[in-house]
């Protein structure tokens, strides 16, 4: 079974610009993450859903960033436009609900803003 | 969630034992220790968890003290691939998917 499918693997873009990240959970998982991670630190929670309703998008930064999960399956994280400070690796996760143990996550897509 | 308290990097000899230790000292009494691992350009890998008895795996043994303030993760028989960074995180049982809270973990090195 496939796991957690994120595209592209890699993106470097030119500030200003948008940039836009797409994940593909695994079949059947209702709950869906988007997570940041800076080099040299742990992943940090950006927005969770759950189906198609973000529920904790506390985290967020809401002047540049959003997402979207349509049909409560695949999910989009866009950025527009880009700063020299958003180049990290954001990483998807998915997990069956809310209340499940484990999160499985994606490879991941490294931006990097010049 | 209790705060968690990991050394920046430990080393290990391939084939041996590696022991990584975990602090936890505020940890309440509903709060499990899970592991994570992250190893280099991949996601985050789930390891084990545990709440007061020890655990073990295919992957890898957990033993917490009795007094649930700290925790060690084994690993049997360290190979290169374990070569990763190690995550201990507290958190409640349930619904701890959305709970994740990580720090900057234990870089372990696995050498020849």
Redesign the interface.
């Known amino acids: 079974e496939a796991g957690?499918v994120q595209s592209p693997r890699y993106k470097i873009i030119e500030k200003k610009q948008p940039v836009a990240f797409w994940c593909n959970p695994i079949s059947g998982h209702n709950?869906l993450?988007w997570y940041l991670q800076n080099l040299?630190?742990?992943?940090?929670?950006l927005i969770?859903y759950e189906n198609e309703e973000a529920v904790?998008d506390s985290q967020l930064p809401k002047d540049r960033f959003s997402a979207e999960r349509l049909k409560g399956v695949d999910s989009t994280l866009k950025i527009q436009p880009a700063e020299l400070g958003d180049s990290a690796v954001y990483?998807c996760?998915s997990?069956w609900n809310?209340?499940?143990?484990?999160?499985?996550?994606?490879?991941?897509t490294r931006l990097t803003v010049v | 969630d209790a705060k968690t308290t990991q050394p920046t990097s430990m080393d290990c000899a391939e084939g041996r034992a590696a022991n990584l230790p975990c602090n936890h000292s505020t940890i309440s009494g509903n709060e499990y220790v899970?592991w994570y691992r992250q190893i280099h350009?991949?996601?985050?890998?789930?390891i084990i968890?545990g709440l007061k008895n020890n655990e073990t795996n295919e992957m890898a043994s957990l033993i917490i003290t009795e007094d649930r303030k700290s925790s060690t993760l084994i690993l049997p028989h360290a190979t290169l691939r374990d070569t990763a960074?190690y995550?201990c995180i507290a958190a409640p049982?349930?619904?701890?998917?959305?709970k994740?809270t990580?720090?900057?973990?234990t870089r372990l090195q696995v050498t020849l």
Request: no cysteine.
């Open positions: 957690v709950t993450y040299g630190q742990g992943p940090e929670l969770r904790d990483l996760a997990s809310r209340g499940s143990t484990e999160a499985f996550f994606g490879q991941g | 899970y350009s991949q996601g985050p890998q789930y968890h960074v995550y049982n349930t619904g701890t998917a959305s994740l990580f720090g900057t973990g």
